[in-house]
Nanobody, 123 residues
Framework: VQLQASGGGLVQAGGSLRLSCAASGLTFSSYAMGWFRQAPGKEREFVATISRSGGSTNGADSVKGRFTISRDNAKSTVYLQMNSLKPEDTAVYYC?????????????????WGQGTLVTVSS
């Protein structure tokens, strides 16, 4: 199983980025997917999750109204559209796959993790 996250980079505050996470080696549509992030010196935190079909999503309060999670099961890819970025969004962003399909906010509930992609937001 491999989850390949991409799309990170340096952006000014107020800007946008779209992260992608391409999955292989698993039946993608059987997994809920999540995005987490870890800022320097901080613990990993939940960002957003999406159900197997994409019909249900959930996001952390800190990103609601700014970030949108989506998925394309035909392409085995999950996305995170990030708008109105703030310096406090700076972190390494990780995608994760949850076979249980619950889309939990708890990182221990995920079975597979990607390698992370760095997002840096300058003020």
């Amino acid at each position: 199983v491999q989850l390949q996250a991409s799309g990170g980079g340096l952006v000014q505050a107020g800007g946008s980025l779209r992260l992608s996470c391409a999955a292989s080696g698993l039946t993608f549509s059987s997994y809920a997917m999540g995005w987490f992030r870890q800022a320097p010196g901080k613990e990993r935190e939940f960002v957003a999750t999406i159900s197997r079909s994409g019909g249900s999503t959930n996001g952390a309060d800190s990103v609601k109204g700014r970030f949108t999670i989506s998925r394309d099961n035909a392409k085995s890819t999950v996305y995170l559209q990030m708008n109105s970025l703030k310096p406090e969004d700076t972190a390494v962003y990780y995608c994760a796959a949850d076979l249980g399909g619950y889309g939990t906010t708890w990182d221990g509930g995920y079975d597979y993790w990607g390698q992370g992609t760095l997002v840096t937001v300058s003020s």
